[in-house]
């Protein structure tokens, strides 16, 4: 039987396109409606390839379902509402579409059949979460969306030549399992990477989204690392490198959040932690891996959106953003305190919390691999997130001090969506069946032990405790921490410059030797040739004739030797 | 902290609940290590079966985490505008 199976991905991009024709009355409605729609469509997609196209004179597959594929789909297009709600009377009309369009490629990701799918909606990822950038309006904004930009077509065009030596070499564009054995796919997983903000890129992640209006770095906390993590999944389950590009990525995330004062930064690097364990996750790469890879992914943008969302209800009410301006708001915010905290919760895996029943999933399949190391260093890290975001994000903005400041609650539309992805993140922790029913294995796991509440509490509380210990040790200062991405804002710069200087210290070098030899020569013309050089000084018509009746005598003297 | 503060600032800030919240906090802590001598943890690897092995390590492990990051703040960390100040 044949059935019309409706690309999601286009349905948002239609969305995203009347947004921006329609009535500003018209357009609430919808982009209220257009991720619900998508979401309807999401699920009308089943399992395999669903539509082709031909693009280039390749038959391309515009469609695939899959259980991680819907997963991922799914709650890119949930992230999308929440997202809308929060945004709609707040952000202009076209961040708001710029963000819907960006949805649109992160569900395109989601559903590509093939490579060459999977890289156009890629790009249209790049191109409009450049825009959601640019829309924080700002001078600082529009120079971090330019670096953004630059490192995500570059991680583009790496990826586009990894694909088309994988066509050209192997005839096939099928996403499936690849293995790092050649170049080609040494291109596919590094374009990837770049993406997941991995090393020794990750600081195009903490750069750009903190540039980004309030209410866009909701939307760019979802989509972009995210659909990277789906296609690591997809092309490179249980590549082992994962795994320590994975651990690097939570430690660098967990200490470079602890340096930062900006709250948002905060947030931003906590993202690279958290894509951390799913990049482990999937470099484990058992069913129970991959299984937590995918889990903790869907957990991690409703908490991470709810966090950004109380960041950028803070910023929009008091135009601040920094700890060191902050606290004390939980007296005329509370509502805004208490969606933050859970948010806060949830990223800690805090039992009754969407991130205990995800991530616990990961560590176990350490423990079940028997990877000692691997599990000791993701316990840590799960006391390290409570440390950088379960109680330093909430402490330094809603408690602390009292900054004098007494903002309201945001809007009506902030709050709702605030409340929404509250109640999601504790009806995931208390009813984890509602998630593990959509995830690509069968889940035979069960988060709620005895053992496994008691040990999960006592190691957040004790992290909870050494932060206020160790809290004189963490006063804030104002200050950026410099990263990697120091050597291609500076350091190439600077070497440009010491380049140019040593260009310009030869050309005056060599323009002065030559200049001076020039005029030696000038000087030398004119000392002969010159008004009063020897050659052309006025002789008198007398020594002319003098010098012709010599010359005529010699010749006729010669004319009387023989032979000459 | 002058009586007048004490009096006019949030309940939740004073210092008198600031010592109760504290006191809860302890007796919380102490309740989750010794809730391990009634639910047998089993661990994977052996040390982490033990009596208060998440407790300590989870302290520990954070206090080195924000120790190092202190040792690593006075190498990278550099004023605001910093990046600003550098392109004028």
């Keep these: 039987m044949f059935e ?16 921006a024709v329609s009535r500003p009355g018209l357009r609430p409605v919808i982009a209220l409606a257009t ?9 009308q997609v089943p399992d395999g390839v669903q539509l082709t196209a031909t693009f280039l004179g390749y038959e391309v597959q515009v469609v695939e379902g899959g259980a991680a594929r819907r997963l991922f789909a799914t709650v890119f297009a949930m992230m999308g509402f929440g997202g809308v709600l929060f945004a709609f009377r707040q952000a202009k009309w076209y961040e708001l579409a710029a963000a819907m369009g960006y949805a649109s490629g992160a569900i395109g990701v989601s559903f ?46 790496i990826l586009k030549v990894g694909i088309e030596g994988i066509m050209i070499h192997t005839g096939s564009v099928e996403i499936r399992a690849l293995a790092l054995d050649n170049f080609d796919t040494w291109l596919v997983f590094i374009g990837i990477l770049v993406n997941a903000a991995a090393p020794p890129v990750s600081a195009w992640l903490a750069d750009a989204y903190p540039e980004s209006s309030p209410t866009g770095s909701v ?8 659909t990277a993590v789906l296609a690591l999944m997809l092309l490179f389950p249980g590549q082992p490198l994962l795994i320590w590009i994975g651990l690097w990525m939570i430690f660098y995330g967990i200490i470079y959040a602890l340096l930062e004062n900006d709250i948002r930064r905060i947030l931003s690097y906590s993202i690279i932690n958290q894509v951390g364990f799913m990049v482990v996750a999937v470099g484990i790469g058992t069913e129970l891996a991959l299984n937590g890879a995918a889990a903790h992914a869907f957990a991690h943008i409703f908490y991470k959106a709810l966090l ?19 606290g004390g708001l939980f007296r005329t915010m509370p509502l805004t305190t208490v969606c933050g905290t859970i948010g806060a919760l949830a990223i800690s895996a805090f039992p009754l919390t969407s991130g205990f029943i995800s991530k616990s999933l990961t560590v176990s399949a350490a423990a079940e691999m028997h990877m000692t190391w691997v599990w000791y260093l993701m316990v840590a890290a799960s006391a390290g997130v409570f440390l950088h975001a379960g109680i330093k994000f909430p402490w ?10 007494r903002p309201k609650d945001p809007p009506w539309n902030m709050q709702a969506a605030m409340v929404l992805f509250s109640v999601v993140c504790i009806g995931l922790g208390v009813f984890p069946e509602l998630l593990y029913g959509l995830l690509p294995y069968p889940v035979a796991y069960e988060p709620y032990t005895a053992e496994h509440v008691v040990t999960q509490t006592q190691l957040l509380l004790f992290a909870g405790l050494a932060f206020f210990v160790m809290l004189p040790f963490m006063k804030r200062t104002l200050t950026v921490s410099l990263d990697l991405d120091w050597f291609w804002r500076v350091g190439w710069v600077r070497l440009f410059r010491a380049f140019e200087a040593l260009m310009n210290g030869l050309r005056e070098g060599v323009g002065g030797f030559v200049q001076g030899l020039l005029r030696r020569f000038s000087a030398e013309l004119m000392r002969h040739h010159g008004a009063q050089g020897v050659l052309a000084r006025a002789w008198p018509v007398g020594s002319m004739l003098l010098w012709v009746a010599l010359l005529l005598a010699v010749f006729m003297i010669l004319r009387y030797f023989p032979g000459v | ?14 210092p008198s609940t600031v010592r109760w919240l504290w006191r809860i906090f302890g007796v919380v802590l102490g309740l989750t290590v010794a809730a391990q001598l009634f639910i047998d943890v089993h661990g994977h690897f052996g040390a982490d079966g033990w009596l208060g092995f998440n407790a300590a390590y989870g302290f520990l492990t954070c206090v080195a985490m924000v120790l190092f990051a202190k040792v690593l703040g006075w190498l990278v960390k550099r004023p605001e505008h910093y990046y600003r100040d550098l392109e004028k």
């Excluded at chain 1, 249209?124 to 904004?141: I, K, N, R």
């Excluded at chain 1, 330094?396 to 400041?405: A, E, P």
Aim: charged share 15%.
């Design chain 1, 308 to 326: 950004f969302m109380s960041a950028g209800a803070v910023i929009y009410q008091t135009g601040k953003h920094k700890c060191s301006e902050l």
């Design chain 1, 219 to 226: 939307f760019l906390s979802a989509f972009t690392t995210k």
């Design chain 1, 396 to 405: 330094y903005v809603f408690f602390q001090k009292d900054s004098g400041l």
């Design chain 1, 112 to 157: 590509a059949g093939d490579l060459i799918v999977m890289f156009l909606f890629w790009e249209l990822m790049a191109l409009f979460s450049v825009v959601v950038v640019w829309c924080g309006g700002t001078f600082g904004s529009k120079r971090a969306g330019i670096r953004y930009i630059i490192m995500h077509l570059l991680g583009g065009i």
């Design chain 1, 35 to 43: 991720p619900l729609v998508t979401l309807w469509a999401i699920w």
């Design chain 2, 1 to 14: 902290m002058s009586q007048h503060d004490d009096k006019h600032d949030h309940w939740l800030v004073r």
């Design chain 1, 4 to 19: 019309l199976v409706i690309p999601p991905a286009f349905v948002m991009l239609i969305g995203a396109f009347l947004v």
